[in-house]
């Protein structure tokens, strides 16, 4: 209601063209036991539609040790997604839930305004744990909904050009997966045989990157392997991927988000002030409780300057 407003500026798409940008992950000490593959957020990429949080952990041989042991810890303003390559993981969380999750399953649990959960390395157990870790930031219409819990065992599949194709969320491929998120978005699994060789259709309107999860594949042209994000940028009608011996990798694309974010420990907000407040209400058990028995994660401490809402592009 300005009697004289300004000149609205148009947003200039420089950031969204097609391209091919290899991102380095980071190595990430989680809890005691495990070293994680952390690639979003990235330093010059903090998301990738939604998606705002990708780890890849493994493969590891979890025989003598403990396995995942990941203890009671709230989440506000996201999904998270977990997609097991090998082993078995148990989730038990606020709204009642207690699943076994196995390769090829997506478990997809919705915080909304809050939400806590665990996830530990059943007692028995395959031998090897391997898979990857996914945080999509929910849009301010969805973020103070209920939380919900989706466990989906049977996805679709369909294998072209040697690519196996699961698809874990959105369409792809002519295939639509039954999991609920809240803006558009696709994550899919590709399992590529040696000498795999497929032109992909994808959506314009999505930016797109891929994570290497075994061996190395092609895409647009650039060798990709486990540790980097390979960002496509948007406006691309297919993604071409091949692979001279076996591999596997994860597609992850949406729309470009364009709600600045401000992510810290396990919450993603819009400012500073909601993430006191979470921390505050898991410190002073206001989340629900896990069930379980399992002594909960204390948030660490505070940052000593605010934080501050971040775009989802850094040039430089
Ligand atoms: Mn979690």
Known sequence: MESQPAEAALPVETDSAPCAELLEGRDVPLGRYTVV????????RRTVGAWCFLDHFGPEDITGGPGM????????GLQTVTWLLSGEVRHRDSVGSDQLIRPGQLNIMTAGHGIAHSENSPTERPPLLHGLQLWIALPDGARSGTPAFQHLADLPTTTRDGVRITVAVGELAGLSSPAVVHSPLVGADLH????????LPVDRAFEHAVVVTEG?????GVDVTPGSLLYLGAERDTLRITAAQEARLFLLGGEPFEEELVMWWNFVARSHDEIVEARTAWMTGRFPPVPGGEDPLPAPGLPTTRLLPRPRYRAG
């Open 37 to 44: 593959r952390r690639s979003l957020p990235n330093k010059s």
């Open 192 to 199: 590529l045989a040696a000498g795999a060789a497929t032109t």
């Open 216 to 220: 190395t594949a092609t895409v647009e």
């Open 69 to 76: 042991r990941v203890p009671p810890h709230p989440h506000i």
